[in-house]
Nanobody, 115 residues
Framework: QVQLVESGGGLVQAGGSLRLSCVAS????????VGWYRQAPGKQRDLVAA???????NYADSVKGRFTISRDNDKNTVYLQMNSLKPEDTAVYYC?????????WGQGNQVTVSS
């Protein structure tokens, strides 16, 4: 069983920065794609960014140039560096790991950007 534990959310003013972290238990982290999703109130959960085992990245258009996803396989950790934050980035952010037929989610972490 894989567990994903997120940290780093909080309240920040528009234009500020935050870094989210997600630590995975177990030994499958380095072989699989991990990513971040977000869900604002009343909206669906959408992909923000993902990174494969060979460090290929993919970003939602709304965060390109502002957010950076990275991973440290020695620490079983994926990061999301968020810069130039906007009020519309306010959401609960979830870490996700794809492992073949299985998908694992973190518990969610609130990010609030005030105007």
């Amino acid at each position: 069983q894989v567990q994903l534990v997120e940290s780093g959310g909080g309240l920040v003013q528009a234009g500020g920065s935050l870094r989210l972290s997600c630590v995975a238990s177990g030994s499958i982290f380095r072989r699989n794609t991990v990513g971040w999703y977000r869900q604002a109130p009343g909206k669906q959960r959408d992909l923000v960014a993902a990174i494969t085992s060979d460090d290929s990245t993919n970003y939602a258009d709304s965060v390109k140039g502002r957010f950076t996803i990275s991973r440290d396989n020695d620490k079983n950790t994926v990061y999301l560096q968020m810069n130039s934050l906007k009020p519309e980035d306010t959401a609960v952010y979830y870490c996700k790991l794809w492992a073949g037929l299985y998908v694992y989610w973190g518990q969610g972490n609130q990010v609030t950007v005030s105007s």
